[in-house]
């Protein structure tokens, strides 16, 4: 059975704190790895990654994928207030279907 | 704004009932896919349309059904509703490039009482 599973379940930070948050996967048929901020309600997209040890950089959120061992981080550097959210990871399986399949998502919380 | 549209916001009504939700997909993609978000669980994959056909089905049930029309837009249909249906719905589309990235829309948030 395909199983993504996120730690921490939820993290609570001070500003400009740097956290990892942690996805890791068994799946049959991998294509990709999705990591998606989700506030109010919808998800945003940030980051794709495919392929092994490159690392996928945006301001201060940074992500790399290690296809050997099945995982990936999302880092966040100099944390604000604005980072609180949700951080779901998503994996893109390669069959017929084109769904993600999703983490329960890390709660983070940044506190002034 | 990821550019896909969803109504209502919310939705209330009663056991037993019926309610379609809305989404307009980003201009240009043909892909459409609906999840399910309870509380304490994570996304779930209902179904996917590709330009007017059904692709793939996940855990939907059979009280749930969708359609996607010419202009591309689709809707979700829930009957039979149970208080266990109760959760946001969402809705993301995607476009026919390798990438494949899905962009979602604000969701729809269903209680049923």
């Known amino acids: 059975e395909d199983k993504v599973v996120q730690s921490p379940l939820s993290l609570v930070v001070h500003e400009g704190d740097t956290v990892t948050l942690n996805c890791s996967y068994e799946v049959t048929n991998f294509r990709s790895l999705l990591w998606y901020k989700q506030e109010k309600k919808a998800p945003t997209f940030l980051f794709m990654l495919?392929?092994?040890?490159i690392e996928k950089k945006s301001g201060r959120l940074s992500s790399i994928l290690d296809k050997k061992e099945l995982f990936s981080i999302l880092n966040i550097t100099a944390t604000q207030t604005g980072d609180s959210a949700v951080y779901l990871c998503?994996?893109?399986?390669?069959?017929?279907?084109?769904?993600?399949?999703f983490g329960t998502g890390t709660r983070l919380t940044v506190i002034p | 704004d990821s550019g896909v549209t969803q109504t209502p916001k919310h939705l209330i009504t009663a056991t037993g009932q019926r309610v379609t939700l809305r989404c307009s997909p980003r201009s240009g993609d043909l892909s459409v896919y609906w999840y399910q978000q309870s509380l304490d669980q994570g996304l779930q994959f209902l179904i996917q349309?590709?330009?007017?056909?059904?692709?793939a089905k996940g855990n939907i049930l059979e009280r749930f059904s969708a359609q996607q029309f010419p202009d591309l837009h689709s809707e979700l249909n829930l009957s039979s509703l149970e208080l266990g249906d109760s959760a946001l719905y969402f809705c993301?589309?995607?476009?026919?490039?390798?990438?494949?990235?899905?962009?979602f829309g604000a969701g729809t948030r269903l209680s049923v009482l």
């Open positions: 495919t392929s092994s040890g």
């Open positions: 349309y590709y330009n007017g056909e059904e692709r």
């Open positions: 998503a994996v893109h399986l390669q069959t017929g279907a084109n769904n993600l399949f």
């Open positions: 993301a589309s995607s476009g026919t490039s390798a990438k494949n990235i899905q962009y």
